[in-house]
Structure formats: C-alpha cells, structure tokens
C-alpha cells in the first residue's frame, strides 16, 4: 500500500516528495469528473513500472493506492 497526497492543477505531473509511506504527487489534470484521479493511476503506473490501483480517497486528496 501506498498512501499518496495529491496536487491537483499542477504545471507537470511529478513525485514532489517520498518519505516512507507517504509521498506527495503534484497532478497535471483538475479534481474535476475523476481527471486527476485518472492522471495519477497513468503517471504513478508509468513511474513505477506496476498496476495501480485506488484503494481508497476518490474524493479526497488523500489517496491509498495498492500496487500490483
């Protein structure tokens, strides 16, 4: 499990930060109709080579994510 904060409306998506169960990911897409939920599946799937999947947080900014 991976717990994540999200940015939203950022310039780029990108890992701002990891500490060890927790990271902040800044989001190119808006908290609007899932978009940005979307964007951090594809970006964090991309980034770590695994499926992602959202555990829990859709309307949060608070994210727990499983990776496979």
Known sequence: ELHVRVKPN???SEIL???KDKWLVAIAAPADK???NKELVRFLS???KKKVLMKSGLRSREKT???E
């Open 65 to 67: 994510l499983v990776l």
């Open 46 to 48: 991309k980034e770590l």
């Open 17 to 19: 930060s990891k500490e």
């Open 10 to 12: 950022a310039v780029k």
């Open 34 to 36: 899932d978009k940005a």
